[in-house]
């Protein structure tokens, strides 16, 4: 073989080389291309992932908010005012709007339940700004379907239908 056979093959594997280091070249890039595509892919994958369960947290969360707020609203205790009115409507649905027209005295005969009702909200520290029940009760005055009944006289003061500036 003589020096310039030896120099063509040598250029020829040259050649040869550079077109394999080209394509190994080539194949890198596309791989990593590859690897940067699936990494974004799963990077958007995850990003779509974290953006439900972000809404899903802040659903149940507003979910949980309103029912503390319900159950806050619920458990709170009435204001004194509106618990008077409903023992008193409880009486005698025309209790109030015979307060509304200027009645202020009434006296008829009540369940022992009811008695016992408007004798523990009498009571309260500041009832006797709105209502006084007459100490004289006559009990057993008659038999009704929820067993005796009591005779009682009771005064109502009228600035109990007056809205109460501390009750929003």
């Not at 056979?5 to 040259?14: A, D, G, I, K, N």
């Not at 958007?44 to 503390?68: G, H, P, S």
Request: charged share 25%.
């Amino acid at each position: 073989m003589s020096w310039w056979s030896s120099f063509e093959t040598l250029s020829r594997m040259q050649t040869a080389l550079a077109i394999f280091i080209s394509i190994l070249g080539v194949l890198t890039l596309t791989v990593k291309l590859r690897a940067d595509f699936i990494k974004k892919q799963s990077d958007t994958q995850r990003a779509i992932e974290r953006a439900k369960i972000d809404k899903e947290l802040k659903e149940q969360t507003a979910t949980a908010l309103r029912a503390t707020t319900e159950l806050d609203a619920r458990t709170r205790p009435k204001p004194f005012r509106q618990r008077l009115c409903e023992v008193l409507a409880s009486i005698d649905s025309k209790i109030l709007p015979a307060l509304k027209a200027g009645n202020r005295n009434f006296n008829g005969g009540i369940t022992a339940s009811q008695f016992n009702d408007l004798q523990k909200i009498a009571s309260e520290p500041g009832a006797r700004d709105f209502i006084v029940v007459d100490p004289d009760v006559k009990m057993g005055i008659g038999m009704g379907p929820e067993g005796v009944t009591y005779g009682v006289k009771f005064t109502v003061d009228p600035k109990l239908l007056e809205s109460d500036p501390k009750t929003p």
